[in-house]
Protein backbone atom coordinates (compact mmCIF):
# COMPACT_ATOMS: atom_id res chain seq x y z
CA UNK A 1 0.00 0.00 0.00
CA UNK A 2 1.18 3.54 -1.16
CA UNK A 3 1.70 5.73 1.67
CA UNK A 4 0.32 9.10 1.22
CA UNK A 5 2.79 12.28 0.63
CA UNK A 6 3.20 14.45 3.47
CA UNK A 7 2.35 17.68 2.34
CA UNK A 8 4.96 20.97 2.34
CA UNK A 9 3.08 23.78 4.07
CA UNK A 10 4.63 26.89 3.22
CA UNK A 11 5.33 28.17 6.89
CA UNK A 12 8.38 30.02 8.42
CA UNK A 13 10.12 27.43 10.61
CA UNK A 14 9.23 29.08 14.14
CA UNK A 15 6.66 25.88 14.76
CA UNK A 16 10.15 23.74 14.50
CA UNK A 17 12.07 26.28 16.66
CA UNK A 18 8.99 25.58 19.27
CA UNK A 19 9.79 21.90 19.27
CA UNK A 20 13.00 22.18 20.78
CA UNK A 21 13.92 20.95 23.85
CA UNK A 22 13.54 23.50 26.38
CA UNK A 23 17.21 23.99 27.58
CA UNK A 24 18.29 24.08 23.88
CA UNK A 25 15.29 26.78 23.67
CA UNK A 26 16.99 29.18 26.19
CA UNK A 27 20.10 28.73 25.00
CA UNK A 28 19.23 30.34 21.74
CA UNK A 29 17.00 32.84 23.63
CA UNK A 30 20.59 34.54 25.01
CA UNK A 31 21.55 35.76 21.61
CA UNK A 32 19.45 38.95 21.60
CA UNK A 33 19.09 38.80 17.69
CA UNK A 34 17.16 35.69 18.21
CA UNK A 35 14.65 37.35 21.03
CA UNK A 36 14.11 40.09 18.42
CA UNK A 37 13.59 37.99 15.12
CA UNK A 38 10.98 36.20 17.51
CA UNK A 39 9.26 39.10 18.90
CA UNK A 40 8.84 39.86 15.11
CA UNK A 41 7.10 36.44 13.92
CA UNK A 42 4.63 37.25 16.82
CA UNK A 43 0.90 37.90 15.95
CA UNK A 44 0.82 41.33 16.96
CA UNK A 45 -1.31 40.78 20.43
CA UNK A 46 1.69 38.56 21.28
CA UNK A 47 3.96 41.51 20.66
CA UNK A 48 1.85 43.72 22.92
CA UNK A 49 1.75 41.11 25.92
CA UNK A 50 5.82 40.67 25.98
CA UNK A 51 6.53 44.36 25.67
CA UNK A 52 4.41 44.87 28.68
CA UNK A 53 5.19 42.55 31.04
CA UNK A 54 9.05 43.11 29.87
CA UNK A 55 10.29 44.14 32.99
CA UNK A 56 7.78 42.43 35.38
CA UNK A 57 10.00 39.64 37.10
CA UNK A 58 7.08 38.06 39.32
CA UNK A 59 4.22 35.99 37.88
CA UNK A 60 1.03 37.63 36.34
CA UNK A 61 -2.46 35.68 36.54
CA UNK A 62 -4.01 34.39 33.72
CA UNK A 63 -7.40 36.21 34.53
CA UNK A 64 -5.44 39.59 34.68
CA UNK A 65 -4.14 39.21 30.84
CA UNK A 66 -7.69 38.39 30.00
CA UNK A 67 -9.09 41.32 31.48
CA UNK A 68 -6.75 43.31 29.01
CA UNK A 69 -8.77 42.26 25.92
CA UNK A 70 -12.07 43.22 24.95
CA UNK A 71 -14.62 40.23 24.81
CA UNK A 72 -15.15 40.12 20.91
CA UNK A 73 -11.07 39.65 21.10
CA UNK A 74 -10.72 36.77 23.36
CA UNK A 75 -9.62 34.42 20.00
CA UNK A 76 -6.98 36.56 19.13
CA UNK A 77 -5.83 36.50 22.97
CA UNK A 78 -6.03 32.81 23.28
CA UNK A 79 -3.83 32.36 19.80
CA UNK A 80 -1.32 34.59 21.24
CA UNK A 81 -1.12 32.99 24.75
CA UNK A 82 -0.84 29.62 22.79
CA UNK A 83 2.11 31.21 20.35
CA UNK A 84 4.11 32.62 23.37
CA UNK A 85 3.67 29.23 25.69
CA UNK A 86 4.80 26.77 22.74
CA UNK A 87 7.87 29.00 22.15
CA UNK A 88 8.74 29.09 25.72
CA UNK A 89 8.83 33.05 25.89
CA UNK A 90 6.05 32.71 28.34
CA UNK A 91 6.70 30.15 30.86
CA UNK A 92 3.20 28.43 32.29
CA UNK A 93 3.02 27.93 36.15
CA UNK A 94 -0.08 27.53 38.78
CA UNK A 95 0.15 29.86 41.79
CA UNK A 96 -0.68 29.23 45.26
CA UNK A 97 -4.57 28.77 44.96
CA UNK A 98 -3.71 26.63 41.67
CA UNK A 99 -4.85 29.49 39.51
CA UNK A 100 -2.73 29.70 35.76
CA UNK A 101 -0.24 32.26 36.05
CA UNK A 102 2.67 33.22 33.31
CA UNK A 103 5.94 34.50 33.38
CA UNK A 104 8.37 36.27 30.51
CA UNK A 105 11.01 33.34 30.28
CA UNK A 106 14.17 34.91 32.52
CA UNK A 107 16.30 34.61 29.57
CA UNK A 108 14.19 35.96 26.73
CA UNK A 109 13.48 38.76 29.11
CA UNK A 110 17.43 39.47 29.95
CA UNK A 111 18.57 39.41 26.29
CA UNK A 112 15.48 41.48 24.99
CA UNK A 113 16.20 44.21 27.58
CA UNK A 114 19.77 44.17 27.05
CA UNK A 115 18.84 44.55 23.49
CA UNK A 116 16.25 47.68 23.83
CA UNK A 117 18.27 49.16 26.45
CA UNK A 118 21.71 49.28 25.05
CA UNK A 119 21.17 48.48 21.29
CA UNK A 120 22.14 45.95 19.58
CA UNK A 121 25.79 45.51 17.58
CA UNK A 122 27.13 42.81 15.11
CA UNK A 123 29.85 41.32 16.23
CA UNK A 124 31.54 42.43 13.08
CA UNK A 125 31.06 45.35 11.48
CA UNK A 126 31.38 46.03 7.69
CA UNK A 127 34.61 46.54 5.94
CA UNK A 128 35.74 49.80 4.76
CA UNK A 129 35.26 50.65 0.85
CA UNK A 130 39.29 51.38 0.47
CA UNK A 131 39.77 47.27 1.23
CA UNK A 132 36.98 46.07 -0.87
CA UNK A 133 37.06 47.20 -4.44
CA UNK A 134 34.15 46.80 -7.25
CA UNK A 135 31.38 45.65 -4.85
CA UNK A 136 28.31 44.79 -6.57
CA UNK A 137 25.18 46.60 -7.19
CA UNK A 138 22.17 46.16 -5.27
CA UNK A 139 20.39 45.35 -8.56
CA UNK A 140 24.12 43.14 -9.21
CA UNK A 141 23.40 41.51 -6.20
CA UNK A 142 20.02 40.54 -6.32
CA UNK A 143 20.32 39.08 -9.98
CA UNK A 144 23.22 36.90 -8.69
CA UNK A 145 20.96 35.74 -5.77
CA UNK A 146 18.04 34.40 -7.93
CA UNK A 147 20.44 33.07 -10.23
CA UNK A 148 22.40 31.00 -7.94
CA UNK A 149 18.90 30.11 -6.10
CA UNK A 150 17.50 29.51 -9.84
CA UNK A 151 20.93 26.95 -10.61
CA UNK A 152 20.51 25.51 -6.94
CA UNK A 153 16.74 24.48 -7.47
CA UNK A 154 17.63 23.12 -11.04
CA UNK A 155 20.27 21.04 -9.55
CA UNK A 156 18.34 19.65 -6.96
CA UNK A 157 15.11 18.97 -9.45
CA UNK A 158 16.93 18.20 -12.93
CA UNK A 159 20.97 16.99 -12.53
CA UNK A 160 20.99 16.10 -16.08
CA UNK A 161 19.95 19.65 -17.02
CA UNK A 162 21.87 21.37 -14.11
CA UNK A 163 25.07 23.34 -14.97
CA UNK A 164 28.29 21.93 -14.16
CA UNK A 165 29.96 24.72 -12.53
CA UNK A 166 27.47 24.98 -9.37
CA UNK A 167 29.61 22.68 -6.90
CA UNK A 168 26.98 22.02 -4.09
CA UNK A 169 28.53 18.90 -2.23
CA UNK A 170 26.48 15.35 -2.80
CA UNK A 171 26.06 15.04 0.72
CA UNK A 172 23.97 18.40 1.05
CA UNK A 173 22.38 17.76 -2.05
CA UNK A 174 21.23 14.36 -0.34
CA UNK A 175 19.74 16.50 2.29
CA UNK A 176 17.72 18.60 0.17
CA UNK A 177 16.51 15.79 -2.17
CA UNK A 178 15.51 13.33 0.80
CA UNK A 179 11.60 14.37 0.48
CA UNK A 180 11.60 16.05 -3.16
CA UNK A 181 13.02 13.89 -5.14
CA UNK A 182 12.57 9.77 -5.66
CA UNK A 183 14.99 6.99 -7.14
CA UNK A 184 14.63 3.79 -8.02
CA UNK A 185 17.36 1.28 -8.56
CA UNK A 186 18.81 2.36 -12.07
CA UNK A 187 16.36 4.70 -12.59
CA UNK A 188 16.60 8.64 -13.36
CA UNK A 189 15.79 10.48 -10.09
CA UNK A 190 11.94 11.86 -10.33
CA UNK A 191 10.48 14.94 -8.88
CA UNK A 192 7.86 13.58 -6.07
CA UNK A 193 4.69 15.17 -5.18
CA UNK A 194 5.95 17.23 -2.81
CA UNK A 195 9.10 17.93 -4.73
CA UNK A 196 6.50 19.78 -7.31
CA UNK A 197 4.34 21.37 -4.06
CA UNK A 198 7.71 22.75 -3.55
CA UNK A 199 8.13 24.37 -7.31
CA UNK A 200 4.69 26.26 -6.72
CA UNK A 201 5.88 27.83 -3.67
CA UNK A 202 7.18 31.55 -3.78
CA UNK A 203 10.91 31.81 -3.18
CA UNK A 204 10.69 33.19 0.12
CA UNK A 205 8.67 29.79 1.27
CA UNK A 206 10.65 27.46 -0.80
CA UNK A 207 13.79 29.21 1.06
CA UNK A 208 12.10 28.55 4.30
CA UNK A 209 11.69 24.72 3.59
CA UNK A 210 15.66 24.43 2.41
CA UNK A 211 16.63 26.23 5.59
CA UNK A 212 14.60 23.82 7.62
CA UNK A 213 15.77 20.92 5.87
CA UNK A 214 19.26 22.05 6.65
CA UNK A 215 18.84 22.31 10.00
CA UNK A 216 16.88 19.59 10.84
CA UNK A 217 19.55 17.29 9.32
CA UNK A 218 22.19 19.58 11.08
CA UNK A 219 23.09 16.77 13.69
CA UNK A 220 23.63 13.83 11.06
CA UNK A 221 26.58 16.61 9.61
CA UNK A 222 27.82 17.04 14.20
CA UNK A 223 26.78 20.50 13.94
CA UNK A 224 24.50 21.73 16.98
CA UNK A 225 21.32 23.39 15.26
CA UNK A 226 20.67 25.93 18.18
CA UNK A 227 24.08 26.70 17.26
CA UNK A 228 22.85 26.96 13.17
CA UNK A 229 19.77 28.71 13.93
CA UNK A 230 21.69 31.72 15.92
CA UNK A 231 24.02 32.36 12.83
CA UNK A 232 21.26 32.46 9.85
CA UNK A 233 19.30 34.70 12.24
CA UNK A 234 22.34 37.34 13.10
CA UNK A 235 22.31 37.12 9.60
CA UNK A 236 19.45 38.19 8.63
CA UNK A 237 20.34 41.50 10.15
CA UNK A 238 23.53 42.40 8.49
CA UNK A 239 22.94 45.12 5.47
CA UNK A 240 22.18 43.91 1.76
CA UNK A 241 25.62 44.97 -0.44
CA UNK A 242 27.80 45.98 3.08
CA UNK A 243 31.02 43.16 3.09
CA UNK A 244 31.87 41.61 6.01
CA UNK A 245 34.96 40.42 6.96
CA UNK A 246 35.20 36.56 7.02
CA UNK A 247 38.17 36.71 9.16
CA UNK A 248 35.72 37.60 11.80
CA UNK A 249 33.67 34.34 11.37
CA UNK A 250 34.17 31.14 13.64
CA UNK A 251 35.50 27.73 11.85
CA UNK A 252 31.94 26.40 12.17
CA UNK A 253 30.27 29.72 10.86
CA UNK A 254 33.36 29.39 7.79
CA UNK A 255 32.04 26.13 6.96
CA UNK A 256 28.34 27.37 6.99
CA UNK A 257 28.53 30.22 5.23
CA UNK A 258 30.20 28.15 1.71
CA UNK A 259 26.94 26.78 1.88
CA UNK A 260 24.74 29.78 2.16
CA UNK A 261 26.59 31.19 -0.71
CA UNK A 262 25.63 28.31 -2.97
CA UNK A 263 22.01 29.07 -2.27
CA UNK A 264 22.60 32.38 -2.90
CA UNK A 265 22.20 34.19 0.61
CA UNK A 266 25.46 35.20 0.30
CA UNK A 267 27.94 36.29 -2.64
CA UNK A 268 32.19 35.52 -1.68
CA UNK A 269 34.36 37.60 -2.70
CA UNK A 270 38.16 37.61 -2.60
CA UNK A 271 40.76 40.53 -2.62
CA UNK A 272 44.22 40.81 -2.45
CA UNK A 273 44.50 40.32 1.42
CA UNK A 274 41.34 39.96 2.89
CA UNK A 275 37.85 37.88 1.96
CA UNK A 276 34.53 38.86 2.59
CA UNK A 277 30.94 38.13 2.15
CA UNK A 278 28.31 40.48 0.95
CA UNK A 279 24.54 39.24 2.23
CA UNK A 280 21.58 39.21 -0.44
CA UNK A 281 18.28 40.17 0.05
CA UNK A 282 17.57 36.31 0.67
CA UNK A 283 19.71 36.39 3.36
CA UNK A 284 17.82 39.37 5.20
CA UNK A 285 14.46 37.51 4.16
CA UNK A 286 15.73 34.78 6.57
CA UNK A 287 14.12 37.44 9.44
CA UNK A 288 11.09 39.16 7.61
CA UNK A 289 10.14 35.90 5.67
CA UNK A 290 9.35 34.92 9.78
CA UNK A 291 5.94 36.81 9.40
CA UNK A 292 4.66 34.81 6.18
CA UNK A 293 5.32 37.91 4.12
CA UNK A 294 5.16 36.66 0.61
CA UNK A 295 4.54 38.88 -2.46
CA UNK A 296 2.96 37.40 -5.84
CA UNK A 297 5.91 36.90 -8.40
CA UNK A 298 5.38 38.49 -12.12
CA UNK A 299 4.02 35.32 -14.23
CA UNK A 300 5.46 34.48 -17.59
CA UNK A 301 3.07 31.98 -19.10
CA UNK A 302 0.05 31.83 -21.33
CA UNK A 303 -2.23 29.42 -21.81
CA UNK A 304 -4.68 29.55 -25.12
CA UNK A 305 -7.96 27.49 -25.39
CA UNK A 306 -6.09 25.22 -28.03
CA UNK A 307 -4.15 23.53 -25.34
CA UNK A 308 -0.80 26.00 -26.53
CA UNK A 309 1.88 26.98 -23.60
CA UNK A 310 3.71 30.17 -24.21
CA UNK A 311 6.29 31.09 -21.09
CA UNK A 312 8.13 33.99 -21.97
CA UNK A 313 11.19 33.40 -19.87
CA UNK A 314 14.62 32.82 -20.33
CA UNK A 315 15.16 30.15 -17.21
CA UNK A 316 15.84 27.09 -17.94
CA UNK A 317 14.31 25.78 -14.60
CA UNK A 318 11.06 27.34 -16.02
CA UNK A 319 11.02 25.23 -18.93
CA UNK A 320 12.00 21.98 -16.80
CA UNK A 321 8.69 22.84 -14.83
CA UNK A 322 6.76 23.03 -17.84
CA UNK A 323 8.43 19.33 -18.96
CA UNK A 324 6.86 18.01 -16.44
CA UNK A 325 3.27 18.03 -17.30
CA UNK A 326 3.52 19.15 -20.97
CA UNK A 327 5.39 18.77 -24.27
CA UNK A 328 8.06 21.67 -25.09
CA UNK A 329 8.66 21.71 -28.76
CA UNK A 330 10.67 24.65 -28.86
CA UNK A 331 12.84 27.09 -26.99
CA UNK A 332 13.44 30.40 -28.27
CA UNK A 333 16.06 33.19 -26.46
CA UNK A 334 13.05 34.46 -24.41
CA UNK A 335 10.37 32.23 -25.17
CA UNK A 336 9.56 28.13 -24.55
CA UNK A 337 6.77 27.28 -26.47
CA UNK A 338 4.88 23.89 -25.87
CA UNK A 339 1.72 22.23 -25.72
CA UNK A 340 -0.46 20.43 -22.93
CA UNK A 341 -1.25 16.82 -24.33
CA UNK A 342 -3.08 13.75 -22.80
CA UNK A 343 0.41 11.71 -22.73
CA UNK A 344 2.06 14.94 -21.29
CA UNK A 345 -0.10 15.12 -18.65
CA UNK A 346 -0.42 11.07 -17.98
CA UNK A 347 3.21 11.02 -17.35
CA UNK A 348 2.58 13.92 -14.67
CA UNK A 349 -0.17 12.37 -13.30
CA UNK A 350 1.99 8.88 -13.13
CA UNK A 351 4.80 11.11 -10.85
CA UNK A 352 2.18 11.86 -8.29
CA UNK A 353 1.60 15.84 -9.83
CA UNK A 354 -2.07 16.09 -9.27
CA UNK A 355 -4.80 17.95 -11.94
CA UNK A 356 -5.29 20.61 -9.33
CA UNK A 357 -1.57 21.47 -8.61
CA UNK A 358 -0.96 21.37 -12.39
CA UNK A 359 -3.91 24.10 -12.71
CA UNK A 360 -2.45 26.28 -9.81
CA UNK A 361 0.76 26.54 -10.92
CA UNK A 362 -0.62 27.80 -14.33
CA UNK A 363 -3.06 30.12 -12.74
CA UNK A 364 -0.17 31.67 -10.30
CA UNK A 365 2.66 31.94 -12.91
CA UNK A 366 -0.38 33.36 -15.46
CA UNK A 367 1.47 36.47 -17.66
CA UNK A 368 0.71 39.44 -16.56
CA UNK A 369 -1.28 40.59 -20.16
CA UNK A 370 -3.83 37.56 -19.18
CA UNK A 371 -3.44 37.33 -14.87
CA UNK A 372 -6.04 39.76 -14.70
CA UNK A 373 -8.69 37.96 -16.87
CA UNK A 374 -11.01 35.62 -15.49
CA UNK A 375 -10.28 32.90 -15.58
CA UNK A 376 -6.56 33.76 -16.43
CA UNK A 377 -6.35 29.93 -17.75
CA UNK A 378 -9.23 28.90 -19.79
CA UNK A 379 -11.80 27.10 -18.45
CA UNK A 380 -11.88 24.26 -21.60
CA UNK A 381 -8.09 23.53 -20.59
CA UNK A 382 -8.80 23.08 -17.03
CA UNK A 383 -11.62 21.16 -17.48
CA UNK A 384 -9.90 18.48 -19.97
CA UNK A 385 -7.07 18.59 -17.62
CA UNK A 386 -9.23 17.29 -14.70
CA UNK A 387 -11.18 15.14 -17.36
CA UNK A 388 -8.13 13.31 -18.23
CA UNK A 389 -6.66 12.74 -14.49
CA UNK A 390 -10.47 11.29 -13.79
CA UNK A 391 -10.19 9.13 -17.05
CA UNK A 392 -7.28 7.24 -14.88
CA UNK A 393 -9.22 7.15 -11.69
CA UNK A 394 -11.93 5.33 -13.31
CA UNK A 395 -10.56 1.57 -12.57
CA UNK A 396 -9.86 0.93 -9.20
CA UNK A 397 -7.91 -2.27 -8.74
CA UNK A 398 -8.53 -4.05 -4.78
CA UNK A 399 -7.42 -7.50 -4.00
CA UNK A 400 -10.42 -10.29 -4.25
CA UNK A 401 -10.85 -14.11 -4.53
CA UNK A 402 -12.42 -16.19 -6.69
CA UNK A 403 -14.56 -19.48 -6.03
CA UNK A 404 -15.83 -22.38 -8.13
CA UNK A 405 -16.42 -25.88 -8.27
CA UNK A 406 -19.16 -26.03 -4.93
CA UNK A 407 -20.37 -29.19 -4.30
CA UNK A 408 -23.81 -27.86 -4.04
CA UNK A 409 -26.26 -25.35 -4.57
CA UNK A 410 -26.94 -24.88 -1.12
CA UNK A 411 -23.08 -24.72 -0.24
CA UNK A 412 -22.95 -22.06 -3.12
CA UNK A 413 -25.98 -20.38 -1.63
CA UNK A 414 -24.60 -20.25 1.83
CA UNK A 415 -21.23 -18.99 1.10
CA UNK A 416 -22.80 -16.11 -0.98
CA UNK A 417 -24.54 -14.98 2.47
CA UNK A 418 -21.81 -15.47 4.50
CA UNK A 419 -19.93 -12.81 2.08
CA UNK A 420 -23.01 -10.52 1.73
CA UNK A 421 -23.24 -10.59 5.44
CA UNK A 422 -19.50 -9.48 5.78
CA UNK A 423 -20.55 -6.85 3.14
CA UNK A 424 -17.97 -8.59 1.00
CA UNK A 425 -19.58 -9.65 -2.14
CA UNK A 426 -18.09 -8.21 -5.53
CA UNK A 427 -19.68 -10.58 -8.01
CA UNK A 428 -21.54 -13.70 -8.66
CA UNK A 429 -23.18 -15.97 -11.19
CA UNK A 430 -25.81 -18.04 -9.77
CA UNK A 431 -26.51 -20.40 -12.73
CA UNK A 432 -22.95 -21.30 -12.69
CA UNK A 433 -22.00 -21.32 -9.20
CA UNK A 434 -19.40 -18.88 -9.34
CA UNK A 435 -18.72 -16.02 -6.43
CA UNK A 436 -16.12 -13.20 -6.08
CA UNK A 437 -15.23 -11.41 -2.52
CA UNK A 438 -13.34 -9.05 -1.17
CA UNK A 439 -9.92 -10.37 -0.28
CA UNK A 440 -10.62 -8.48 4.07
CA UNK A 441 -14.16 -11.79 3.79
CA UNK A 442 -11.76 -14.16 2.35
CA UNK A 443 -11.52 -16.06 5.86
CA UNK A 444 -14.89 -15.78 6.87
CA UNK A 445 -15.76 -17.20 3.53
CA UNK A 446 -13.17 -19.93 4.05
CA UNK A 447 -14.21 -21.22 7.41
CA UNK A 448 -17.82 -21.52 6.26
CA UNK A 449 -16.32 -23.72 3.49
CA UNK A 450 -14.38 -25.86 6.05
CA UNK A 451 -17.84 -26.13 8.76
CA UNK A 452 -19.41 -27.58 5.70
CA UNK A 453 -17.49 -30.50 4.79
Not at 19 to 37: Q, R, V, W
Not at 229 to 240: G, K, Q
Not at 372 to 388: A, F, G, K, M, Y
Amino acid sequence: MRMPEVRIIAKNFMDMVASMPSMKLDKLYENGFICEAILRSLPPLAKKYVLQLLHIDGLVSAKLLEEWVLPDGFSKHRVAIDRLVQLRVFIEAADRKNEKTYKVNPTFQRSLQKLLLHGGTLPRESMPSNITVRLPTLEDLEAYALEQWERFLLQLISPSHAEKSLNISSSLMKVFQRRLVSQRDREAPKLTESGFQFLLMDTNAQLWYIIREYISNSEERGVEAADLISFMLELSFHVIGEAYNINTLTDFQRNIIKDLADLGLVKLQQGRKESWFIPTKLATNLSVSLADSSSRKEGFVVVETNFRVYAYSTSKLHCEILRLFSRVEYQLPNLIVGAITKESLYNAFENGITADQIISFLQQNSHPRVAERIPSVPENVTDQIRLWEADLNRVEMNDAYYYDEFPSRDVFEGACDCAREWNGMLWEDSKKMLMVVKAEVHTYVRDYLRSQK
